[in-house]
């Protein structure tokens, strides 16, 4: 059975940063695609980024290209999201996604892709 558990999440000022970890077990972890996600109240799940099996590519959304970097560790199994330049409509509980692949570009932006998630761990930026 595929876990994932997030970590890292809480409440930080604008300008701030955070650094979110997931941790997968349950499946053969070089052989998985992480990616997060995000919901903030009221709107409906988002793409954040993506990584693929090696961490030679790795995907954005526009909205956090520049500021937020997604990484991994294949020998810990965990994958982490530094988020930079925090701002308020960054708030949102971000959820740590897995599916199996290994090449190419992670350009896997629609939650349908995912077949794996966490429980969600909370961001809240304050002005």
């Known amino acids: 059975q595929v876990q994932l558990v997030e970590s890292g999440g809480g409440l930080v000022q604008a300008g701030g940063s955070l650094r979110l970890s997931c941790a997968l077990s349950g499946r053969d972890f070089s052989a998985t695609i992480m990616g997060w996600f995000r919901q903030a109240p009221g709107e409906e799940r988002e793409f954040v980024a993506a990584?693929?099996?090696?961490?030679?590519?790795?995907y954005y959304a526009d909205s956090v290209k520049g500021r937020f970097t997604i990484s991994r560790d294949n020998d810990k199994n965990t994958a982490t999201l530094q988020m930079n330049g925090l701002k308020p409509e960054d708030t949102a509980i971000y959820f740590c996604?897995?599916?199996?692949?290994?090449?190419?570009?992670?350009?896997?932006?629609?939650?349908?892709?995912?077949?794996?998630w966490g429980r969600g761990t909370q961001v809240t930026v304050s002005s």
């Open positions: 990584i693929n099996w090696s961490g030679s590519s790795s």
């Open positions: 996604v897995a599916k199996p692949g290994i090449g190419g570009t992670p350009q896997y932006v629609r939650d349908q892709q995912w077949d794996s």
